[in-house]
């Protein structure tokens, strides 16, 4: 298994929620690796992604300012760190891994996903 994604749960409106993505060890350190979730009936939507070396981050727009993305580097993994979730947020949430550098935002352009985490905000 290259990626692992925990951490999800039901929370309420205004609430923090912390992803981490364990990658193994080839992964992490050297792709771009990024969290993208997927809501009943949506289309899979870019949300963060970290360059290999943690230099460079992008954000979706609509999590742009609440959610964080970072590496444990003691941990090879990915962590998102959600504030201010809202009940728009709510969603099953996937880490990714890209050859790609500079803006990986596109589905296509992931080689390794992980299994997925699911996000509930109540209101």
């Known amino acids: 298994v290259q990626l692992q994604a925990f951490g999800g749960g039901l929370v309420q409106a205004g609430d923090s929620l912390r992803l981490s993505c364990s990658a193994s060890?080839?992964?992490?350190?050297?792709?771009?690796l990024a969290w993208f979730r997927q809501a009943p009936e949506k289309e899979r939507e870019f949300v963060a992604s970290?360059?290999?070396?943690?230099?460079?981050?992008y954000y979706g727009d609509t999590v742009k300012g609440r959610f964080t993305i970072s590496r444990d580097n003691a941990q090879n993994s990915v962590i998102l760190q959600m504030n201010s979730l809202k009940p728009e947020d709510t969603a099953v949430y996937y880490c990714a891994a890209s050859k790609l550098t500079g803006w990986a935002r596109r589905v296509y352009e992931y080689h390794y996903w992980g299994q997925g985490t699911e996000v509930t905000v109540s209101s």
């Open positions: 970290i360059s290999w070396n943690g230099a460079t981050t």
């Open positions: 060890e080839r992964i992490f350190r050297t792709y771009t």
